[in-house]
């Protein structure tokens, strides 16, 4: 029988536990603050910081908003980051992508505090992540990796020795997740393939599991499956339903592949869910590890 990775239900159990968590550091004198920037209106992002902030809401840390009109300049950016940075009230922050196009992407994330730096996309936390191979790492990890981990970990999908291809090369899950799959006590062999990899059809099918994160609606086909293969879909993308007459969301994944598949993240309610609950996860680590330092 296929299993279907449920993203919802097990973080409604990890903020369950971040609830408890947060409880504890209160009562210790510590109230955890999670800080997002939004640049502009993008329907999704206002959406998914919305999100957020609900999520902050359930498992008790404070929020903090910190919105700039999409004429926002980069030096108007820049500040409102020091503004965070130098927040007590403010445990860890995000600024939401994407930002405007006259924005340096590279310049803005290298300006959050790494400690600070709740997304985990930092220099200098990505540095940390390449340099341990094993052992504990104690800086913030990317959110989404951190999520597509703990997913296949509560279905007790063992990746030792498995072969992994991962379709997207972006820095929020491409780029990164093999750093996490590759560690010492994951131990998987990851194949990181883009838009000039040749042979893509020919990784997927002889692959163990495929993480299909390119934002590519439907690319993953039942074809391309090898029978009994862990799905997990991250990409997203907005495709006009015709006889609907509205947009939906659709995955990376063609949801004809669940009948080969022994395992698949639905999209959405599989990696989603999982982003938002590791960001939360991310802010109450901070948090214990900067009153651990007092």
Request: glycine residues 10%.
């Amino acid at each position: 029988m296929t299993v279907v990775l449920d993203g919802s239900t097990l973080a409604s159990k990890i903020k369950k536990d971040l609830a408890k968590r947060v409880a504890e550091l209160r009562e210790r004198g510590m109230e955890p603050g999670l800080g997002t920037l939004l640049v502009g209106e993008d329907p999704g992002s206002v959406k998914y910081v919305a999100g957020k902030h609900k999520d902050c809401e359930e498992v008790g840390i404070r929020s903090i908003r910190c919105e700039l009109p999409d004429t926002a300049s980069e030096a108007d950016i820049l500040q409102a980051i020091d503004k965070l940075n130098n927040d007590p009230s403010c445990t860890g922050f995000i600024v939401q992508l994407p930002l405007p196009k006259n924005v340096n992407f590279q310049k803005v994330i290298a300006a959050i505090d790494p400690l600070k730096d709740c997304d985990g996309m930092h220099p200098y936390n990505l540095g940390e992540l390449v340099t341990h191979v094993s052992g504990d790492i104690t800086t913030p990890l990317p959110c989404t990796p951190r999520g597509i981990l703990a997913l296949l970990d509560e279905y007790n999908i063992d990746l030792s020795g498995k072969e992994v291809c991962v379709l997207g090369r972006g820095i929020t899950v491409g780029r990164t997740i093999g750093l996490l799959l590759t560690r010492r006590g994951v131990d998987a062999t990851v194949t990181l393939c883009h838009t000039r990899t040749h042979n893509v059809q020919e990784i997927m099918r002889r692959s163990d599991v495929i993480i299909a994160a390119m934002g590519c609606a439907g690319f993953v086909k039942p074809e391309d499956v090898k029978p009994g293969a862990v799905l997990v879909d991250v990409g997203v993308s907005r495709v006009f339903d015709e006889e609907a007459g509205r947009y939906r969301v659709k995955g990376d994944v063609d949801p004809a592949c669940r009948e080969i598949a022994g395992a698949y993240s639905p999209n959405p309610g599989g990696v989603g869910p999982m982003t938002r609950s590791m960001l939360l996860a991310n802010v109450v680590d901070m948090a214990e590890r900067a009153l651990d330092k007092q």
